[in-house]
C-alpha cells in the first residue's frame, strides 16, 4: 500500500483529519472495541457531552499516518504495531468489519494478525494491562 492517504487506526482525537472508527465497549480490565460500519467525523458537541472523560477512552479515532513525527513509527513503520502484534493475545479469530481496512497502517503492516488483536486497543487506556502497556512503549531513539 502507499503511504499516502495511509491512516493511523489509534490517533489522538485532534489530529487533523480525524475520524471515529469505533467505540470502546467491554470492560475496563478488558476493553472491546465496536467498530462503526462508515468513519463519523468529530465534532465539538460529541466532546462536551462527553464532560471530563478523554474522547481517547471511549472511541477508537483513525487520522492521517503522522509517519516521523510520531514517536512510533521508526523511519520505515509503524513499531507500536509490530509490538502489539508480538506481545499481545489474540482477542478476535475473524476480521471484524472495519471503515478504514483499505487504507490501515496495521492492516497494511501486519495484517490480519493486526486486526485480530486491534478490538483491546484502547488509544487513551489508564487501565492497560501489562502487555499492552509494554507494547505501547516507544523505542528508545538514539
Ligand atoms: S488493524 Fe484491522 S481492525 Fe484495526 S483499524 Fe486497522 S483494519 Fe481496522
Redesign the pocket.
Known amino acids: 500500500m502507499s503511504t499516502q492517504g495511509a491512516?493511523c487506526?489509534?490517533a489522538p482525537w485532534q489530529s487533523e483529519g480525524a475520524q471515529i472508527?469505533?467505540i470502546v465497549g467491554g470492560s475496563a480490565d478488558a476493553p472491546e472495541?465496536t467498530?462503526l460500519k462508515e468513519a463519523v467525523s468529530p465534532t465539538a458537541e460529541l466532546v462536551e457531552r462527553l464532560g471530563d472523560v478523554a474522547p481517547e477512552e471511549v472511541f477508537?479515532v483513525?487520522a492521517p499516518c503522522a509517519k516521523s513525527s510520531c514517536m512510533h513509527h521508526d523511519g520505515h513503520h509503524c513499531s507500536l504495531?509490530t509490538r502489539i502484534v508480538e506481545a499481545v493475545p489474540v482477542v478476535f479469530d475473524r476480521?471484524?468489519p472495519?471503515?478504514?481496512?483499505a487504507t490501515?497502517?496495521?492492516?497494511a503492516q501486519?495484517g490480519?494478525e493486526?486486526?485480530k488483536?486491534?478490538?483491546q486497543?484502547v488509544t487513551h487506556n489508564h487501565r492497560a494491562n501489562e502487555l499492552m502497556t509494554q507494547a505501547a512503549q516507544p523505542p528508545v531513539r538514539t
Not at 98 to 101: N, P, S, T
Open positions: 491512516m487506526p489509534s472508527i469505533g472495541v467498530y477508537r483513525a504495531v476480521l471484524a472495519c471503515a478504514i481496512r490501515c497502517v496495521w492492516w501486519e490480519r493486526a486486526c488483536r486491534c478490538p486497543v
